[in-house]
């Protein structure tokens, strides 16, 4: 009997040494990367969705030269979780458009998943039926992206793009609910 | 993980009988070819990205979080985890495979005639492993080859290098080796060894795994020879030589990748000859309880892993 005592204490303790292990690997990146453990990273816009178990209201216009679909999607778990798709370039050089919204009630982005930049001007402009604050912002890089935030019911809209405030706006106005295109 | 698991159990309950550590090295083989499978059958809600993020224990897309360039950083290492089993798994396949198509037909037809004198021993020690004596084929090689195919009887296959390297008592032991995979049937799980890395060549470390079991195979086979009253330092000898000439220190000044791996197979032949000149192993209590226990922790922790 203190056989088969001393052969469980031994597995257990393996077993359980193997599930921190795992547990701590699986925490590793989000402790690296400053995001909030739970933080994932879809290839899918699908995926995220069925994560979430919410749709994601995303612009109906995007300049031409954006490329579609996503190159990814990240998920802040909240709450409220709050997402951010990545849109590239067509010609591939770099990211141009994050689109991030929380779900289910307002809430800002984590910095983690849209970094703060330097701002260099502030105006208030209108999204459909919301007044929306344009922020114009200088990256490390030296390029200038504008973010352009408001809030539509219970969700939280950013979008920064690094291009022109027209195309900006005109995409922010595709969103659909209840803005006026 | 599976691999690593059995390789701690197997440490912490020092599990010395070659049996019951082959059946044990057999579970993390096992994982890749039924568990994972049955997973995706019996629990296809595994695969969505609400399990992943609500239950999950482990989710490898989580490590997409960081970037390495344009690439999440799981992504690239899956990338990489898979060039890496690639290449394990083609390092050994590949040379037994290319050998074969230069030797041709008549080589494997045996263009040799066996020594009188090792038909001499190879029918010795059948008579005293009580097994009836295989087939013998020599194979022209400049490499030592000195291994066995088929089933009982089957067939032993050597190289005049190989037979030159060997004392007669080193030849003995070395002859009842082989005899004892013979009657165990290992050359066939040899050989379903290689079918399943083929099926699964992009994964490391199902060849980890796969290389713990041949190594478990051949203690198997090192302690039937010890049992049958051959003396342990003879067989000892024999498979260092045998190593050591079929795996020249000159010939391993390539890549780095191929001197890691030739150093990492003279530290098994190092231990292996260790084991056998040192204390016979122990029967294992409780050794289906045990290895239950790895079979059902191990299920249960990996549904977890997505």
């Known amino acids: ?181 | 993980m599976a691999t690593l698991v059995v390789e701690a159990l197997l440490r912490a309950w020092r599990v010395n009988d070659p049996a019951w550590r082959l059946r044990f090295r057999l579970v993390p083989v096992a994982v890749p070819i039924l568990l994972v499978p049955s997973f995706f059958v019996l629990a296809p809600w595994r695969t969505g990205a609400r399990f992943a993020s609500s239950s999950a224990l482990f989710a490898g897309e989580r490590w997409n979080l960081l970037r390495v360039g344009p690439a999440g950083a799981g992504d690239l290492v899956l990338v990489l985890a898979a060039g890496l089993g690639a290449w394990l798994f083609l390092r050994d396949a590949l040379p037994p495979l290319v050998d074969r198509l230069r030797q041709g037909p008549a080589a494997a037809a045996g263009a040799w005639l066996a020594p009188p004198a090792l038909r001499v021993v190879v029918e010795r020690q059948a008579r005293r492993l009580a097994l009836p004596p295989p087939a013998i084929r020599v194979v022209a090689s400049r490499w030592p080859a000195f291994f066995a195919e088929g089933h009982a009887p089957g067939e032993l296959v050597v190289s005049p290098p190989a037979l030159e390297a060997l004392s007669p008592p080193e030849l003995d032991a070395a002859v009842a080796h082989e005899l004892a995979h013979l009657r165990y049937g290992d050359p066939r799980w040899g050989y379903a060894l290689i079918a399943v890395r083929a099926v699964n060549f992009f994964n490391p470390a199902l060849h980890w795994a796969a290389r713990a079991v041949v190594d478990e195979i051949e203690r198997r086979a090192d302690q039937a020879v010890v049992e049958a009253g051959h003396a342990p330092d003879a067989l000892a000898s024999a498979i260092v030589k045998l190593f050591d000439r079929s795996h020249p220190e000159s010939a391993a000044s390539g890549p780095l990748l191929e001197r890691l791996a030739r150093r990492v197979r003279r530290v098994g032949v190092e231990r292996r000859r260790e084991r056998l000149v040192t204390a016979p192993p122990s029967r294992l209590s409780h050794g289906w309880l045990r290895l239950a226990l790895v079979a059902c922790g191990l299920t249960t922790m990996l549904y977890f892993v997505v």
């Open chain 1, 1 to 181: 009997m203190r056989e088969v005592g001393a052969l469980l204490a031994r597995y257990l303790l393996v077993m359980g040494g193997a599930a921190a292990a795992l547990a701590a690997a699986d925490r590793l990146p989000a402790l690296l990367s400053g995001a909030t453990h739970g933080a994932r990273v879809y290839r899918t816009l699908s995926a995220a969705e069925s994560a979430l178990g919410a749709r994601l209201r995303l612009p109906s216009y995007y300049p031409d030269t954006l490329s579609w679909p996503p190159s990814r999607i990240e998920v802040a778990p909240g709450p409220p979780p709050v997402t951010a798709v990545h849109v590239t370039r067509r010609d591939g050089a770099r990211e141009a458009l994050v689109v991030c919204q929380s779900i289910g009630a307002p809430a800002d982005p984590p910095r983690w998943l849209l970094p703060p930049l330097e701002a260099l001007q502030d105006v208030e402009v209108e999204v459909g039926l919301h007044q929306a604050g344009l922020v114009r912002r200088l990256t490390p890089g030296g390029l200038v992206v504008h973010d352009l935030s408001w809030t539509q019911g219970e969700r939280r809209f950013t979008l920064r793009y690094e291009g022109a405030v027209e195309d900006l706006l005109r995409m922010a106005r595709s969103l659909g609910g209840d803005v006026t295109p």
